[in-house]
């Protein structure tokens, strides 16, 4: 059990780390209960019924053994692309996404368990081979891409976005060069803007500013630059692989190769992506370019957030809780809930917690001595850091409101049983830690 | 083992990478809670505490003897709030055509304002004086139309129709480019303001303070449980008393009502406007009424003769002859004329070189009074070509000619008043003696606004420079107090030697009793003294004037000066005069109320109506 000494007395980390939890979780709890305090809601009983049941899940899941766990993550694999593709078909919609069972009492999103799942699993496939051989990387990337399909297909952007952040920092773990990691990143993100650009021009036919005009030719070539620049760089890189042996040439060939795939691919793009989420984009980038108040959502976050000030307004006393105008206040935008009430103390209080518990989690990464432990905690505290940081940056007008929960914080029974879920398998990694 | 440190140096690296992430978020968060949290408060309380103006009742307006003017009509103004608007378009096109059914209101002057004020919780005022079945229709419905609400106001109503429109003026919403003047002096958006005369010049006192109404309200406009609203009351405009008769008001707009001109009555000590009338004139009341407004208020603006134009403040003409005494005066106060002495003026005409300029009449001589009395241009040709400019020019601006009479109403108008320095500038000539020449008659390139030759009048009846007054006292609405009384101003502290004054005043008088003006005694048995003049212009008739004091009879106190401006009337003594004798009558009570206005309609050829009912 990793411990560090303060004072007189010694800490576990694990420990600190369930306590930060159940601490988050609780202001998450008071701060539903906030948004209600007005009108008898009830949603923050159901919060607290379902912290009960994550405390017991943790704890239950803490006594098992962790290589049983490992054993059976195969299953629970399948278990699970089983109700990611029953969900398609017995799914409720919500929001546009099919992405839940409905049980009347408990509404169930098996997109959340799923994370577990897929850490789990690929922890297994990375242990069975050595660590950065291609057929590794190449298994990696199917799972991923398994995932990220069904998903798509409910559609759940932000969900993707998670799975996505989390295989990278697999193949970051996976000593893979950097170069290649920043091939995957260019690849997508190149992919994304072209995109983003030309539904720019489509959305805003009329409203476009005149020197945008010119994208219109522009995205008609794309595709012809595209195709173009892919027979470029492989005619060049086939005549000069053996006389000219520059590394920078070779970056910059792959680049061309990159982009030109980006390009062509990116018109197949609408496969997962909804107007919606380009539209989100485009409200980061140019927030006053909507017509039709789009950028209402991120508007009134920066109104609550700064309206807060120092101290808050008092639990309960938020005037853009209570008047309504904060959307989606108990889930995507509880913190900019709590800046209002609790001012910028507030959220120094709720950052300081997170930065412990992230910082428990890594102390134990760091104090562990077999990879796949690493590698599975790697995965979880990747899983909490992608939800934490869109989250987060989304409501701060960094990144584009994409629909991604808070831990512990946003009001959601599937999510904080995930959550729990996690706690549990690193409770019990950390007592297995004498076995092999 | 070098895997295994390759790996805690990746780790080192995702915990830069963590550390840079929170401090990113620490940074941001002080900037939005910290350093600009002012500007999200204010668009926070934008969000919930919506603003509802409440218009006090305008301060009311009552003449000398204590009349209503005007009356406050409680009316009702239909606003928008965009934001309240439904989000979907359709339902809110379908909204906005029953709202512009409704209410008659255009349907793309709607969608315009929807359009540009998506995110502006203002309210815009969109129809103007609903009527009852509009408020009662509005009541019913008002959970449909959330995004519509009401303001009452005062509508003004002026009692005096046209008759006193240019002294009032009127009342309207204030317009963007108002409101960007007013913004600082705590002018809301949305309120009513005077356009023009008394409502404009005293508009601060007359329009009190606005009120509000805070409604706190949640994102669908309903009331937020256990928030009160909030009221900052509103205070009532001051009533204003003039020293204005509504019954002569009334009378002498009689006489220019389908005339070009103007008509100044004021006493001749204290320089209390009792009349003042430019024709011709427009009717205010019908700007008040949405459904005619537009029209009438187009009517006004394209007629050719200029109805909002004030020509008793604003319209510049040359004095002619009215001029003259003016003249004479600066001979004998710089002492360079014996007034008695008798001058040849028998050849008729006057010359310098080549330079001849003609009388229409021929007089075999002149003294000063005789001169005076026959209006003899030959006489004042040679006293101005003797005196010269400078004596005409400082004599002038002793009496206020070349300055703003400073009645108290907006956008009055300064003459011309020519000397070396002006030519050379305006027109690139030097000053020639033949201009000192036409200057003597009032002609020439000299031009000033009636209320000015009033207030040169005003000198010769009383002796001191007076300034015009229409307001003089301010009263509280609620305790029916005075609040403030207005004293008599005076331009200057110029007093003329009294010797020199009571031989223009012989002057004048003999003007009536038997000289250019004597056509008065036919009209009227109340000695006056006065001069006739006729401004010539380059075509057509030249506008009459006729300018006056009196009676005589009796002391200062009770002494009117008129002053009647008619435009293309040829002499003075064709309209001028007698529509001033008529008056004479009138204030001395030798004419009724209805004779006057019965003669004025004679000679205008117009209709003689029943007598009005006066409230």
């Known amino acids: 059990m990793k411990t560090f000494k303060l004072g007189y007395y010694t800490y576990s980390y694990s420990k600190i780390l369930f306590f930060c939890s159940i601490l988050l979780s609780l202001i998450g709890v008071l701060f539903i209960y906030s948004t209600e305090a007005a009108n008898q809601g009830y949603h923050y009983l159901v919060q607290l019924e379902h912290l009960a049941l994550g405390i017991f899940v943790a704890f239950i899941i803490s006594k098992f053994r962790f290589d049983l766990i490992m054993r059976f993550s195969p299953l629970l694999f399948l278990l699970g692309i089983i109700f990611l593709i029953g969900i398609l078909v017995f799914g409720t919609t919500v929001h546009g996404s099919k992405s839940w069972f409905d049980f009347g009492f408990f509404r169930y999103q098996p997109s959340e368990t799923m994370k577990i799942f897929y850490i789990l699993f690929s922890a297994y496939i990375a242990r069975s081979y050595s660590k950065s051989s291609i057929v590794n990387i190449g298994l990696l990337t199917l799972i991923l891409l398994l995932c990220v399909g069904l998903v798509g297909l409910q559609p759940d952007f932000g969900t993707i976005l998670v799975f996505i952040i989390i295989f990278l920092l697999f193949l970051f773990i996976l000593n893979i060069q950097f170069l290649y990691i920043f091939y995957a990143f260019f690849f997508f993100m190149n992919l994304l803007t072209l995109r983003i650009i030309v539904f720019y021009h489509t959305m805003s036919n009329n409203i476009i500013p005149s020197f945008f005009k010119f994208l219109n030719q522009y995205t008609i070539y794309l595709f012809f630059f595209g195709v173009l620049s892919l027979f470029f760089s492989f005619f060049v890189s086939f005549f000069v692989r053996d006389k000219m042996k520059i ?42 370019l909507d017509q039709e108040d789009k950028g209402y959502n991120l508007r009134q976050s920066y109104i609550s957030i700064g309206n807060g000030h120092l101290f808050g307004l008092g639990l309960t006393k938020g005037t853009q809780n209570r008047g309504n105008f904060l959307p989606s206040e108990k889930t995507d935008f509880i913190l900019a809930l709590i800046a209002e009430e609790w001012g910028f103390l507030g959220i120094i209080f709720i950052l300081l917690l997170f930065f412990i518990w992230f910082l428990c989690l890594f102390k134990m990464i760091e104090s562990t001595s077999v990879f796949l432990k690493t590698f599975i905690l790697v995965g979880f505290w990747g899983l909490f850091f992608a939800h934490f940081f869109f989250n987060i940056l989304s409501i701060v007008g960094f990144l584009p409101v994409i629909g991604i929960p808070l831990p512990f914080l946003s009001y959601g029974g599937s999510s904080l049983l995930t959550y729990f879920m996690a706690l549990g398998i690193i409770l019990s990694i950390e007592q297995s830690e004498n076995l092999p | 083992m070098k895997q295994y440190n390759a790996l805690s140096y990746r780790l080192k ?32 309380e934008g969000n919930t505490r919506q603003k509802y103006l409440i218009i006090p009742p305008r ?5 000398r003897n204590g009349k209503k003017m005007t009356i406050n009509k409680n009316s009702y103004s239909l606003n928008i709030i965009v934001p309240f608007l439904p989000k979907d378009s359709k339902i809110k096109i379908q909204k906005l055509k029953q709202v512009s059914e409704y209410f008659r209101v255009n349907l793309n002057f709607l969608k315009q304002i929807a359009k540009k004020n998506s995110k502006n919780y203002r309210q815009i005022p969109i129809q103007e004086m609903l009527n009852e079945k509009e408020l009662l229709f509005l009541s019913e419905h008002e959970d449909e139309f959330r995004f519509l609400n009401i303001t009452e106001y005062s509508g003004r109503y002026y009692l005096l129709d046209s008759a006193a429109a240019h002294v009032l003026g009127y009342v309207g919403l204030i317009n963007s480019r108002e409101y960007k003047k007013l913004k600082s002096k705590g002018y809301p958006a949305n309120t009513y303001i005077g356009k023009s005369g008394l409502e404009r010049y005293y508009d601060s006192i007359l329009r009190g303070k606005e009120g509000y109404i805070y409604r706190i309200v949640n994102a669908l406009g309903e009331p937020i449980k256990n928030l009160k609203d909030e009221i900052l009351r509103p205070i009532a405009g001051k009533n204003i008393i003039l020293s204005l008769d509504s019954n002569l008001q009334e009378v002498v707009y009689e006489a220019m009502r389908n005339r070009q001109g103007s008509i100044i009555v004021s006493k001749a000590d204290t320089g209390e406007i009792l009349a003042l009338v430019s024709g011709p004139s427009f009717n205010p009341n019908q700007f008040l009424n949405p459904e005619i407004r537009d029209l009438s208020f187009d009517k006004v603006v394209q007629d050719k003769r200029n109805p909002f134009l004030n020509r008793a403040i604003q319209g510049t003409y040359a004095p002619g002859s009215t001029f ?116 003597a008659i009032g002609q020439g390139f ?83 003294a006065g001069k006739t003049g006729s401004a010539q212009r380059g075509g057509g008739l030249a506008h009459g004037w006729f300018a006056s004091y009196g009676p005589l009879n009796k002391p200062l106190k009770s002494q009117y000066v008129i002053t009647v401006l008619a435009e293309s009337t040829d002499w003075g003594s064709r309209y001028a005069l007698p529509v001033s004798s008529v008056l004479y009558n009138y204030l001395e009570g030798i004419f009724s109320k209805q004779q006057a206005i019965n003669y004025f309609r004679s000679i205008n050829h117009l209709p003689k109506n029943e007598e009005k009912d006066n409230q």
């Open chain 2, 446 to 528: 000299l031009s000033f606004t009636p209320i000015n030759l009033h207030r040169v009048y005003s000198f010769f009846a009383s002796g001191r420079l007076v300034n015009p007054r229409i307001v003089w006292k301010v009263q509280n609405p609620y305790s029916k107090n005075i609040e403030k009384v207005f004293t008599p101003q005076f331009q200057s502290d110029y007093v003329a030697n009294n010797e020199n004054l009571k031989i223009i005043r012989e002057g004048l008088k003999e003007c009536v009793e038997s000289g250019t003006a004597r056509y008065h005694n036919a009209i009227s048995p109340v000695p006056i």
């Open chain 2, 59 to 63: 301060g009311v307006i009552y003449d």
């Open chain 2, 324 to 439: 003259k005494p003016v003249v004479a005066l600066a001979a004998l106060e710089d002492n360079l004329v014996d007034p008695y002495k008798e001058e040849d003026t028998s050849k008729g005409y006057f010359q310098i070189n080549r330079q001849i300029w003609r009388n229409s009449s021929k007089h075999a001589s002149a003294n000063m009074i005789t001169a005076l009395r026959d209006s003899n241009n030959v006489y004042f040709y040679q006293l101005g070509y003797r005196i010269g400019l400078s004596s005409i020019v400082a004599r002038s601006k002793f009496l206020g000619i070349d300055q703003l009479s400073h009645i108290d109403l907006p956008s009055e108008n300064q003459g011309i008043f020519p000397n070396m320095d002006w030519k050379e500038q305006q027109l690139k000539k030097p000053w020639v003696d033949g201009d000192t020449v036409n200057l």
């Open chain 2, 13 to 44: 690296l995702i915990s830069y990478l963590f550390y840079s992430v929170f401090f990113l978020i620490v940074i941001r968060f002080f900037f939005l809670q910290i350093f600009s949290w002012e500007k999200y408060r204010s668009l926070a």
């Open chain 1, 247 to 288: 590394k920078y040439f070779k970056i910059l060939l792959v680049l061309l190769s990159l982009f030109a795939f980006s390009s062509i691919s990116f018109f197949y793009l609408d496969i997962f992506f909804k107007n919606y989420h380009y539209q989100r984009f485009l409200n980061v980038v140019i927030p006053n």
